[in-house]
């Protein structure tokens, strides 16, 4: 939401409500254009978990609250450009307070993206901190007007939306297809490893973009997924998204049907609603 002349506010909350733990968090930042060419945001996230089942983990085990408070400065040497050369960001990230047995979340990095060509774009990011070095890696190509491929890994140390706290990665690849101005898909797959769930997903999406501001959604996913906490399971999922823009008010909202299937929790049936305001 644009509060003011080049200042925009972002706001969101999460609660999760999981056999093994719950989580509730909420996470505020403000985003400034000082130049065509300099911007800075500064932004805070409050959590708090509560772990049900515990376990051998000290990391997975984690109860108390959180609250971290975090500043970036990003810089585009041509904001003219569709496509700039390169851009770059830097960030740090402090825990101001915690109790229980939460870890400090202290966090300093750098990121950037390289256009290398008209088709092909690089990106990148490196941080270090509490829980050890963390980072980016991907690129994607534009193989045609219509059509897209790329790939991603990323390594998280702390996971902000995420039951789990510990080092995460997660390998990205896929394609998207743009039929019509309209009208686009996707497919792409998962790889993922570390504390939370390891396994592969594989993912697909149809994006339809209406008239007057309207845009739909689909997507499906499946695959087999081995879990610290709920053992080995198979999802199979689909969710449903709709958005609505009027002028500088954005909307966007999604329900998501998952059934997992699994050695420790058996057969479940969940229900996911998201909600958004910008």
Do not use: C
Request: proline share 3%.
């Amino acid at each position: 939401i644009e509060i003011a002349k080049d200042t925009t506010l972002q706001a969101k909350a999460d609660i999760k409500d999981a056999t093994s733990q719950d989580t509730k968090a909420v996470t505020a930042s403000v985003k400034h254009q000082f130049t065509p060419n300099w911007a800075g945001s500064v932004g805070v996230r409050h959590d708090d978990l509560e772990t049900r089942i515990a376990n051998a983990s000290p990391t997975l085990s984690q109860n108390g609250e959180r609250t971290d408070v975090g500043v970036q400065v990003d810089y585009n040497p041509d904001p003219e450009a569709a496509k700039p050369d390169w851009k770059a960001y830097g960030f740090f990230q402090d825990t101001v307070r915690s109790s229980g047995n939460r870890r400090d979340n202290n966090r300093v990095g750098v990121g950037g993206s390289w256009q290398l060509n008209e088709k092909f774009n690089l990106l990148g990011e490196l941080s270090s901190g509490n829980g050890g070095v963390g980072g980016k890696v991907g690129g994607d190509w534009q193989v045609t007007d219509r059509s897209q491929l790329y790939m991603n890994y990323a390594l998280d140390t702390d996971r902000t939306d995420s039951l789990y706290r510990g080092r995460q990665g997660t390998l990205v690849s896929g394609s998207k297809t743009r039929f019509t101005d309209n009208l686009s898909v996707y497919g792409e797959d998962r790889l993922m490893h570390g504390v939370g769930p390891s396994g592969l997903l594989h993912a697909f999406g149809l994006d339809l973009a209406a008239r007057d501001g309207w845009n739909f959604g689909v997507k499906g996913e499946t695959g087999d997924l081995s879990d610290p906490l709920a053992g080995d399971f198979s999802r199979k999922a689909i969710s449903f998204s709709v958005g609505r823009s009027v002028e500088k008010i954005k909307y966007a909202g999604n329900v998501e049907w998952r059934k997992e299937d699994g050695t420790q929790v058996g057969e479940r049936t969940t229900w996911l609603v998201r909600n958004s305001f910008g």
